[in-house]
């Protein structure tokens, strides 16, 4: 069954990032190559469920109103609107019957260029001479007004952030992808693109963790191997205990997959944690039997030996492995993102302990009689004879003197209690994926421009820090993404290079929140990606402490809001401390007179559209060329 990571947070994750810069194009012919070819490519792939873009420029064509030269002749905001609506307008000719055949009538009268939609008429004034859109306005073609924008290794660029569908294979869809991009690399690099796919990529992670559980799997089982020999010094009697791993293990394989489940990080977790566990119940069974084979009458068949050994020993095994099972019972029980999270591993412990229980009992003995019948078994070894002697003689002494096998115990759970106590709890591990999530936020109203500066200069000491590889900047909003941020927050995604140890990490972390700590006057911090996502999963913040600060007048709210950040600020360890919800941005507050907008005849909508129109455009018509829509 193929690796699979089931998304916790959403119903789509992230796959890949993929940056596009250019010395050759500019970056609305840039952004044009990425909508048109990039997207639709990459979008056909299966397990892809959303391609958001990024940065760039989109064309439009900006009709730049002259309001002296609009009042001159008479004519309002609105007519300019009509007439450019009516430049581009679009609408079918019918057709012509001929005793024959039926002929389609395609018109074609849209304006398709700047020159076009100026040198369309504008309404007639009576007594005034004909104007056309040029006459009262300046047309253009221009870059489209963005919320957002990307930086590639600090260099302008486009990005296109993949997500997968809902349950996807993470890995087919990311080489997949992977695949598609390679396809249009060519055309791509004879236009002077460079694409870069490596600005994150969770696959890397997913590997990564899969290969170090295969790892852990192998080197726990010839650790086992080895200390059976040890202790048995027999192959055949390694070998009756050995056989329980696969076995157990491929029964658990099995019944996961009834499950409907797969294995992934977390099922292998489990099977990693039970591998010395599943193998516990054929050795006390097999020790058993070996032993009693050592001593058996020389008349006593084997069979009858071998049934009682492993009778007499039958129900202390199954009450030990039912109660490893009741332990992890509490945790398959959990439910929600947890739930989802650590159940897995529990599953797979729990069956791979059942399945060992039920190898033990249906396998070790006829394989016993199989391999043991007529062989000749060594005597125990002397480090362990010895062992078990002065083994012996303490639990006389316990015996005898339980006042001071009470003491004991109580001095042992004392330590362990305080022990438990100096450690630092936490519900989930500190994640080394390496990959680091860097929010940066100016304050409330920043500009994009002011943001990619920010962003130019930071990505310059991040490139001047050892170990980290690629990474991007996305700034704001894109078109249709799910995160609804103003300009003035930004994310780096950081992909260090591979192989770097914890403790490499953990040093390109400081070195990092250094870089970020020189700019006092940005909001900033450091996560890593799973940390991130887990953690605004459980709580809605990333944040190890959240503190919420609840009522009615917003101007106090913000106000012990930074009272509450100044005092935690000076609290030792804390680090990246922000107030999430910062005062509103600038506002210019505009009234309207009415009175005197009545006076001039002029209604309260055509004013606002008017002033929508002078500040943020407003949408007059769509041009189409082809595949291509211009506003």
């Known amino acids: 069954s193929p690796p699979k990571v089931t998304p916790l947070t959403s119903s789509t994750m992230d796959l890949l990032k993929v940056g596009f810069t250019s010395d050759r194009l500019t970056l609305m012919q840039l952004r044009d190559l990425v909508d048109w070819t990039a997207r639709p490519r990459i979008l056909a792939v299966e397990g892809v469920a959303r391609a958001t873009v990024y940065g760039g420029e989109l064309r439009r064509i900006e009709v730049r109103v002259r309001p002296a030269a609009l009042a001159a002749r008479g004519l309002s905001l609105t007519d300019v609107l009509a007439a450019v609506k009516a430049s581009t307008g679009v609408s079918g000719g019918g057709y012509i019957d001929t005793p024959q055949q039926r002929i389609l009538i395609e018109s074609r009268g849209q304006a398709l260029t700047a020159a076009d939609v100026a040198a369309a008429p504008l309404p007639p004034m009576e007594g005034a001479i004909p104007a056309r859109i040029g006459d009262v306005a300046q047309v253009v073609d221009g870059p489209a007004q963005l919320n957002g924008d990307a930086l590639i290794l600090g260099r302008p660029g486009v990005l296109l952030s993949i997500s997968s569908q809902y349950g996807a294979n993470t890995l087919e869809a990311t080489h997949a992808v992977e695949a598609a991009l390679a396809e249009m690399a060519p055309a791509m690099k004879a236009q002077g693109v460079t694409v870069n796919a490596g600005l994150h990529r969770p696959a890397n992670f997913i590997s990564s963790a899969l290969k170090g559980i295969g790892d852990d799997l192998a080197i726990g089982a010839v650790l086992i191997a080895l200390v059976l020999f040890l202790f048995m010094r027999d192959l055949r009697t390694v070998a009756i205990a050995f056989v329980s791993i696969p076995l157990a293990l491929l029964t658990a394989v099995i ?63 199954i009450y030990a492995t039912l109660m490893l099972t009741l332990v992890l019972l509490p945790v398959l029980l959990l439910h929600g993102l947890q739930g989802a999270f650590f159940s897995p591993l529990a599953a797979a412990f729990i069956i791979a302990t059942l399945a060992s229980l039920a190898v033990a009992v249906a396998i070790t003995p006829p394989l016993a009689l199989l391999l043991l019948d007529r062989a000749h078994l060594r005597g125990e070894p002397d480090f362990l004879r010895h062992t078990k002697t002065w083994h012996h003689k303490l639990l006389i002494r316990a015996i005898g003197a339980p006042t001071w096998a009470w003491g004991a115990a109580a001095v042992a759970a004392a330590v362990t209690a305080a022990g438990f106590m100096l450690f ?70 950081v992909e260090l290079k591979p192989g770097l140890s914890g403790r490499k990490q953990d040093e390109i972390q400081d070195r990092v929140h250094d870089v970020l700590d020189s700019y006092p006057g940005l909001n900033t911090e450091v996560v890593t990606f799973l940390g991130d996502r887990i953690g605004e999963s459980f709580s809605g913040e990333t944040a190890s402490l959240a503190i919420g600060v609840y009522g009615a007048d917003l101007d106090t709210l913000d106000r012990l809001a930074n009272q509450i950040a100044g005092v935690l600020n000076t609290v030792p360890g804390a680090v990246d401390v922000q107030v999430q919800t910062p005062p509103s941005t600038p506002v210019v507050r505009i009234d309207l007179d009415l009175p005197a907008l009545a006076r001039f005849g002029i209604a309260p909508s055509e004013a606002l559209d008017a002033i929508g129109a002078a500040y943020q455009g407003s949408n007059a018509a769509e041009i189409f060329q082809g595949n291509r829509k211009i506003g």
């Open 424 to 493: 630092d709890s936490e519900l989930l591990p500190s994640f080394r994926e390496g990959h680091f999530v860097l929010g940066v936020s100016g304050p409330p109203g920043t500009s994009l421009g002011v943001m990619r500066d920010y962003g130019a200069r930071i990505s310059k000491d991040l490139l001047a820090i050892d170990g980290i590889g690629d990474f991007e900047q996305q700034i704001g909003r894109a078109e249709g993404g799910e995160d609804t941020w103003g300009t003035e927050k930004s994310e780096f995604h």
């Open 255 to 317: 019944v996961l997959d009834k499950m409907g489940s797969t294995l992934n990080t977390m099922t292998l977790g489990g099977l990693a944690v039970a591998l010395g566990v599943v193998v516990d119940d054929a050795v006390i069974g097999t020790e058993n039997i070996v032993r009693r084979m050592r001593t058996r009458a020389p008349d006593a068949a084997a069979d009858a030996v071998i049934l009682a050994a492993s009778v007499e020993v039958r129900a202390p095994v």
